[in-house]
C-alpha cells in the first residue's frame, strides 16, 4: 500500500544488505529515497549518492546533492556499520577506533546534517540500527558492541534535544540477519547464534526495514527515544 506522498528518505549504506531492504521498503511505500554508499550502486528508481561516513565533508556533499535532486531529507535511516571483530586483548586501538568511527560517529556526522533542515521544517525521522549485540554484549565484538551500545545513549539524547521540534529519534536493535556480514561468519559462528535465536532461524532484512517503515510513518509520531528489537527473540526485547 503506497501511504506516504514523496517524502524524501535516506539510507546510509543502503545499496546492499538491510539498508536496500530498508530503502525498497520506503520506496513501496510512497517515499523518494536516496541511498547513500562508498562505492555501491544505487537499486532502480532511487538516487545514487557517494557517502563515506567517517568524513563530514563527504556527508555533507552527499546530503547537498540530495537536497538538489528530491528536496530536504526528512527520513534518515543511520545504517552504515562494519565489523572489525576479534577478542579484546588482540584488538589493535585502529581496529576499536574505524569500527566507533564509522557505527557510532558516523550516525553523528550523519544526524547533524541531516537535523539542520529538519529543525527548520519542524518535523523529521532519525532511525538509527543498532544491533542486539550492542545491549548484550558479544565475545570478540567489543568495538562493535560498544559502537552500538553508543547509539542507543545518543537516539535518546536527540529525541530529548530535538523531541519538541517535531523530529523523532529511535533506534532498531536486529539479530542476526542474513546479509553479506553475516555470510563471513562461519558455518560454526552462524549456528551459535540461531541456538541463540528462540525463532531458531535468522531473519530477513526485510523484516528490519518493516520496522523502519513503522518508525518512518505518521503512526509513529509518538515513539521517541525507543529501541525496538527485531531479533527473533535474541535479546527477549532489550
Ligand atoms: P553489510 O555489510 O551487508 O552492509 C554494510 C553497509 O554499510 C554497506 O552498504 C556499506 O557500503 C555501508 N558502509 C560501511 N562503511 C561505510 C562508510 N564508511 N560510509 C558509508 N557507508 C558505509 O551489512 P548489513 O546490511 O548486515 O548491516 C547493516 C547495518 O545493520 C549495520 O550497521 C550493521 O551493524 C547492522 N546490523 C546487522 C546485523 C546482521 O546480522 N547483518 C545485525 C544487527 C545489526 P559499501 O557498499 O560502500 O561498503
Known amino acids: 500500500m503506497v501511504e506516504n ?4 528518505a535516506l539510507v546510509t549504506g543502503g545499496n546492499r544488505g538491510i539498508g ?3 530503502a525498497a521498503a520506503l520506496a513501496a511505500s510512497g517515499d523518494r529515497v536516496a541511498v547513500a554508499s562508498r562505492g555501491g550502486e544505487a537499486p532502480d528508481g532511487m538516487l545514487g549518492v557517494r557517502m563515506d561516513v567517517t568524513s563530514a565533508d563527504s556527508v555533507d556533499k552527499a546530503f547537498s546533492e540530495v537536497e538538489a535532486a528530491l528536496g530536504p531529507v526528512e527520513i534518515v535511516v543511520s545504517n552504515a556499520g562494519i565489523v572489525r571483530d576479534t577478542l579484546m586483548l588482540m584488538m589493535s586501538e585502529d581496529s576499536f577506533r574505524d569500527v566507533v568511527d564509522t557505527n557510532l560517529l ?4 550523519v544526524a ?3 537535523s539542520r533542515s529538519m529543525i527548520r521544517r519542524r518535523n523529521g525521522r532519525l532511525i ?3 544491533s542486539v549485540v550492542g545491549l548484550s554484549g558479544g565475545p570478540g565484538q567489543s568495538n562493535y ?3 552500538k551500545a553508543g547509539l542507543v545513549g545518543f537516539a535518546r539524547s536527540l529525541a530529548r534535544e530535538l523531541g519538541g521540534r517535531g523530529i523523532t529519534s529511535n533506534v532498531i536493535a536486529p539479530g542476526p540477519i542474513r546479509t553479506d556480514m553475516t555470510d563471513a561468519l562461519t558455518d560454526t559462528q552462524r549456528e551459535f547464534l540461531v ?4 525463532a531458531g532461524r535468522m531473519g530477513d532484512p526485510a523484516e528490519v526495514a518493516a520496522a523502519v517503515v513503522f518508525l518512518a510513518s505518521q503512526g509513529a509520531a509518538y515513539v521517541n527515544g525507543a529501541v525496538i528489537p527485531v531479533d ?3 535479546g527477549m526485547g532489550h
Do not use: L, M, N, Q
Open 5 to 8: 506522498e514523496g517524502r524524501v
Open 20 to 22: 536496500a531492504a530498508c
Open 106 to 109: 558516523g550516525a553523528y556526522r
Open 112 to 114: 547533524k546534517r541531516a
Open 128 to 130: 538509527f540500527i543498532s
Open 145 to 147: 558492541a560498544a559502537s
Open 195 to 198: 541456538a541463540a535465536t528462540p
Open 232 to 234: 527473533g527473540g535474541a
